[in-house]
């Protein structure tokens, strides 16, 4: 069964640097997502993306976050300084049409100390 | 604002036993409704969904409830298995914006 996979699973980071999450959404899908959830907390919508731009934004996704799709096959969110209340787990999804089943990767686990 | 309310927070059911989830949304231009389920450590994954064309859709054991006027859908999971412990949210899909919002999620715990 074809999924989303997310690396890396955990990513410990100190307050102020930039990272990288990194996505491979399933291959024939045209949207992509990300989504954060703090722990314990409801899952919240970040950002949207389709044919190389973004389509919807939240309030969360500031000017620290940025998303790329830099091939064909990898999708990938950047925070570029990192805070503390950054700390959450990162869902990216995919779906093969607009109003259709999200499928969620397994998240990467972002700790900023 | 708050645009999806679900309910309860928290849910024990004995095994055998019927479990049920709330959600209640405000917009009527939302036009999908997906149930997820959550184990921990694990990504949301699509457990049933419904489309406001319909007020009912079974898969299994699992049933969607859907009452397009009172702007309110539930979950029911018939004959609870402990395997079925996990969280479940309630999410919509914003009619004009390509997103899910969710509930804040129902924490089940179905014992033996």
């Known amino acids: 069964e074809p999924e989303v996979t997310q690396t890396p699973s955990h990513q410990v980071t100190q307050m102020g640097q930039e990272v990288i999450l990194r996505c491979v959404p399933i291959s024939n899908h045209l949207y992509f997502y990300w989504y954060r959830q703090i722990l314990g907390q409801k899952v919240e919508f970040l950002v949207s993306?389709?044919?190389?731009?973004?389509?919807?934004k939240s309030e969360i996704f500031d000017d620290q976050f940025s998303v790329e799709r830099p091939d064909g096959s990898n999708f990938t969110l950047k925070i570029r300084s990192t805070k503390l209340e950054d700390s959450a787990m990162y869902f990216c999804?995919?779906?093969?049409?607009?109003?259709?089943?999200?499928?969620f990767g397994q998240g990467t686990r972002l700790t900023v100390v | 604002q708050q645009q999806v309310k679900q309910s309860p927070q928290s849910l024990i059911v004995q095994k055998g036993g019927i479990s049920i989830i709330n959600c209640a949304y405000e917009n009527t231009a939302f036009d999908y409704f997906p149930w997820y389920q959550q184990f921990p450590g694990k990504g949301p994954a699509l457990l049933i969904a419904i489309r406001p064309d319909v007020s009912e859709k079974k898969e299994g054991r699992f049933t969607i409830s859907f009452n397009k006027s009172a702007k309110q859908f539930s979950l029911h999971i018939m004959d609870s298995q402990p395997g079925d412990s996990a969280t479940y949210f309630c999410?919509?899909?914003?009619?004009?914006?390509?997103?899910?919002?969710f509930g804040a999620g129902t924490r089940l715990a179905v014992h033996p």
């Open positions: 993306f389709y044919n190389n731009e973004i389509s919807e």
């Open positions: 999804a995919s779906t093969p049409r607009r109003e259709n089943e999200a499928f």
């Open positions: 999410a919509v899909h914003s009619g004009g914006y390509n997103k899910l919002i």
